[in-house]
T-cell receptor
């Protein structure tokens, strides 16, 4: 079945460590996105990519990095520079972002906790 | 600037009651799309509906209906005869061409609790 797979579902990070969240899609979508969700808040955009080898910062990119070497994959690294990384992270994809009428499809999320 | 406001943080109803979730948006774009998503406890966002800025017809899908009013910049969502399975967080979202980024902008969500 087509869809978006995020792994792992739960992730624990020690202070000062970098961790990478995986996001893979087989929907043949050009655009991919990473969102962060905190309790009681909406989704905030971290990074997005509309094409392979290109990506743009979202509203809260500080402390995060991404790569887009393959169309299917858009991993997110949470670096030690991110001071408050505990949150729920959602990956999404859609047909090219320039198509306004296309909805985004979401993965099941990764819950990251700093211990 | 683009913005989506969902003023209702949490709503609690008894099963079979009707409930309306409010969504107010701001945009300077003349062409834009509005979306509603459902987030059940599992966490994944489920797409419910999209509506373009030129189509103000209301839409009904089973127990769900949507009321888009451009004059008040609102895109409200009504669940008729609510069920316990409707309990979830509901997000309204907007996509326009602002800065050519085509970003999907979300509201803060409304948590709906349907009690048996």
């Amino acid at each position: 079945d087509g869809g978006i797979t995020q792994s792992p579902k739960y992730l624990f990070r020690k202070e000062g460590q970098n961790v990478t969240l995986s996001c893979e899609q087989n929907l043949n979508h050009d655009a991919m996105y990473w969102y962060r969700q905190d309790p009681g808040q909406g989704l905030r955009l971290i990074y997005y990519s509309q094409i392979v080898n290109d990506f743009q910062k979202g509203d809260i990119a500080e402390g995060y990095s991404v790569s887009r070497e393959k169309k299917e994959s858009f991993p997110l690294t949470v670096t030690s520079a991110q001071k408050n990384p505990t949150a729920f992270y959602l990956c999404a994809s859609s047909h090219t972002g320039a198509s306004l009428n296309t909805e985004a499809f979401f993965g099941q999320g990764t819950r990251l906790t700093v211990v | 600037a683009q913005k989506v406001t969902q003023a209702q943080t949490e709503i609690s109803v008894v099963e079979k009651e009707d409930v309306t979730l409010d969504c107010v948006y701001e945009t300077r774009d003349t062409t834009y799309y509005l979306f509603w998503y459902k987030q059940p406890p599992s966490g994944e966002l489920v797409f419910l509906i999209r509506r373009n800025s030129f189509d103000e017809q209301n839409e009904i899908s089973g127990r769900y209906s949507w009321n888009f009013q451009k004059s008040t910049s609102s895109f409200n969502f009504t669940i008729t005869a609510s069920q316990v399975v409707d309990s979830a967080v509901y997000f309204c979202a907007l996509r326009g061409r602002m800065d050519s980024s085509y970003k999907l902008i979300f509201g803060s969500g409304t948590r709906l609790l349907v009690r048996p």
